[in-house]
Structures are given as C-alpha cells and as structure tokens.
C-alpha cells in the first residue's frame, strides 16, 4: 500500500528521484546560459570570438554533466544546452575562430 502514498512520475519527462543534485543543477544552468549565450552571439558576425568560446566551455560542461547527470530532467536540459552551445561554436568558428583569425 505503500505505492499509493507515491506520485507516479515514472512516465514524466521531468522525472525526479526525490533528491537534490546541486552539482548537476549548477552543470545544468551553466550549459544553459553558455549555450544560450553562443547561439544569440553567432548571429553577429563580430561577436564570433564570444560565440566560439562560451560554444566551446558550454559543450565541455555539458558534457561533463551529461558524464554525472542522474535524472531525466537533468539529462533534457543538458542535451538542449549543449546543441545551442554546438550551434554557436561552430557558427563562430566559421566567422573566425577561437583566435580571430590570426591564425
């Protein structure tokens, strides 16, 4: 009887085990605002060095937290952080690279 006292998540996309994941959520919101950041600054072509770089950081701690993730709802928002923050480095990579092209 104990399963009536429980909501049923295990069909929810945001599903949660009930615990708190501080490291993960900081990972998550870090990839978030990183991915966010390169994919609005790839859309200017001057911007390229901010939008290859923040790409660059936001696709390694996406990854690492992809690495240490444990929930689904960690694991949704960690895959649209990292595609924003992939399409932003790749844009500004394009425009100029890492280096601004000197190199």
Request: charged share 10%; glycine share 16%.
């Amino acid at each position: 009887m104990a399963q009536a006292l429980r909501p049923n998540t295990a069909g929810s996309l945001f599903a949660t085990d009930g615990k708190p994941h501080p490291l993960q959520d900081t990972l998550l919101a870090v990839t978030l605002v990183l991915g966010v950041t390169a994919f609005i600054t790839s859309f200017f072509h001057s911007l390229h060095l901010l939008s290859s770089w923040t790409g660059l950081v936001g696709i390694l701690t996406g990854a690492y937290g992809q690495w240490i993730s444990e929930t689904t709802r960690e694991r949704f928002g960690l895959i649209l952080g990292l595609g924003a923050a992939g399409v932003g480095f790749f844009i500004g990579m394009a425009n100029g690279g890492l280096f601004g092209g000197v190199w």
